[in-house]
């Protein structure tokens, strides 16, 4: 069956712009993760929802990173006001929904602030 | 805060050597554990996983991983390695009071010498 699906694969964009990522999760799959991989390093968890729960914003470095998650499905990471810091590798990934799941990541969105 | 470390930044090694990836991390209660490997040009994908029961346990591909409670340690083993097994490795961490957030090491890439 299809896989998790980002949109954009890429993006370049100026300081100071806003950007949207897109996210299609496995059908079914009730949990929802964002991370972000800069270079050379890690990981970094931004943000989780899990069905209808209010989602678990911890990890997100800065208010200008926000997310939503619409019916249960799709989810858009929107980041404001880009600085060149921001550039990396964001990810998504699904799963069926608790901690013991297996994570499916889609292929990511490479973020260049110029 | 948690955080996972990963002994190796780089290992390479000739095909049919033994493998000993090391993952430790800092949190002191209950956690689940789990290798992610990421193949060139592939989207992340689990590896093998531990929640509970047995300290020893079997993934994809021939790879295993040992859970040593006492050392904070889960490292990844695997007798001999092939050629294809060249990829990057990432150990990740979820603590179980702490809801849904996965920390993840900042990885180890294999490179395997045919």
């Known amino acids: 069956g299809a896989g998790v699906s980002q949109s954009p694969s890429n993006k370049v964009t100026e300081k100071g712009k806003d950007v949207e990522l897109r996210c299609d999760p496995i059908?079914?799959?009730?949990?929802l993760y964002w991370y972000r991989q800069s270079l050379g390093q890690g990981l970094e968890f931004l943000i989780y929802?899990?069905?209808?729960?209010?989602?678990?914003k911890s990890g997100l470095p800065s208010d200008r990173f926000s997310a939503e998650r619409t019916g249960g499905s799709v989810s858009t990471l929107t980041i404001q006001r880009t600085q060149q810091e921001d550039s990396a590798v964001y990810l998504c990934?699904?799963?069926?929904?608790?901690?013991?799941?297996?994570?499916?990541f889609g292929p990511g969105t490479r973020l260049t602030v110029l | 805060a948690q955080s996972v470390s990963q002994h190796n930044h780089h290992v390479i090694l000739s095909e049919a050597a033994s493998l000993e990836l090391g993952c430790n991390y800092s949190y002191g209660g209950t956690v689940n554990l789990f290798w992610y490997v990421q193949y060139p040009g592939q989207h992340l994908q689990l590896l093998l996983k531990y929640f509970s029961g047995d300290p020893l346990v079997k993934g994809i591909k021939g790879f295993e991983a040992e859970f040593i409670k006492s050392k904070f340690s889960f490292n990844l083993r695997k007798p001999s390695v092939q050629w294809s097994d060249t990829a990057e490795y990432f150990c990740?961490?979820?603590?179980?009071?702490?809801?849904?957030?996965?920390?993840f090491g900042p990885g180890t890439r294999l490179s395997v010498l045919p």
């Open positions: 990934a699904s799963s069926l929904g608790v901690a013991t799941d297996t994570q499916y």
């Open positions: 929802f899990q069905g209808n729960s209010a989602p678990d």
């Open positions: 990740a961490v979820n603590a179980v009071n702490y809801g849904q957030n996965f920390v």
């Open positions: 059908s079914g799959h009730t949990a």
